[in-house]
């Protein structure tokens, strides 16, 4: 079964304590991303990698860093959070016809 | 200009009608994707259907069908026999040219099926 599989689903942090939320994907998939969702701004992606070691930024990359060391994990890190970054994160995974995202990391920032 | 609208902020629908979910995109890349996402209180992004602008037929997966009109550029997302379950927030997304494979997101429509 295609899974993208994120941790963690939930996560309540405080202002500048570094955190990472993983994502591993089963599929072999070369390009993989991440998207943030708010109300009234919709989806829009962070980072993206369409490779081992290939990463570059989305539309919206400030206070994030991402790694992508090996093809199945791509995780998102926040160096220093600020509440700004409260917001419910998505990993996505795939290519052409079939981009399958994670559960989804809700993620509060105090 | 927005690159993908969905007009309908929300639907409410008789369980087992259809229903037709609107969706119109601008691109001016002649090789795009076009995809259809629930997401369910819960929160998930469950991909649906997919159709590719160089498709010839309309997208079918069980229930689900993309109504796919590449001159007006709209793919309306066509769901059958609807049911409880199908109560969500609905996204269509488009995915332009090769390479980055970003996927702009529509602002969603929620539908509510009443019993």
């Known amino acids: 079964e295609a899974q993208v599989t994120q941790n963690p689903r939930y996560l309540i942090t405080v202002t500048g304590k570094k955190l990472t939320v993983t994502c591993s994907q089963n599929m072999n998939h070369e390009y993989m991303s991440w998207y943030r969702q708010d109300p009234g701004l919709g989806l829009r992606q962070i980072y993206y990698s369409m490779n081992v070691e290939v990463t570059d930024k989305g539309d919206v990359p400030e206070g994030y860093k991402v790694s992508r060391k090996e093809k199945r994990n791509f995780p998102l890190i926040l160096e220093s959070p600020s509440p700004n970054q409260t917001s419910l994160y998505f990993c996505?995974?795939?290519?052409?016809?079939?981009?399958?995202f994670g559960e989804g990391s809700w993620l509060t920032v105090v | 200009a927005q690159k993908i609208t969905q007009t309908q902020p929300g639907m409410f629908v008789q369980e087992k009608e259809a229903v037709t979910l609107d969706c119109t995109y601008d691109t001016s890349d002649p090789s795009y994707g076009l995809f259809w996402y629930k997401q369910p209180s819960s929160g998930e992004m469950i991909f649906l259907i997919y159709q590719g602008s160089y498709d010839q037929q309309n997208a079918t997966e069980g229930r689900y069908s993309l109504n796919f009109q590449k001159a007006r550029k709209s793919a309306n997302l066509v769901i059958s026999a609807s049911q409880l379950g199908d109560s969500a927030m609905y996204f269509c997304?488009?995915?332009?040219?090769?390479?980055?494979?970003?996927?702009?997101f529509g602002t969603g429509t929620r539908l509510t099926i009443i019993p």
């Open positions: 997304a488009m995915r332009e040219g090769f390479g980055n494979e970003k996927l702009t």
């Open positions: 996505a995974s795939g290519a052409g016809n079939t981009i399958y």
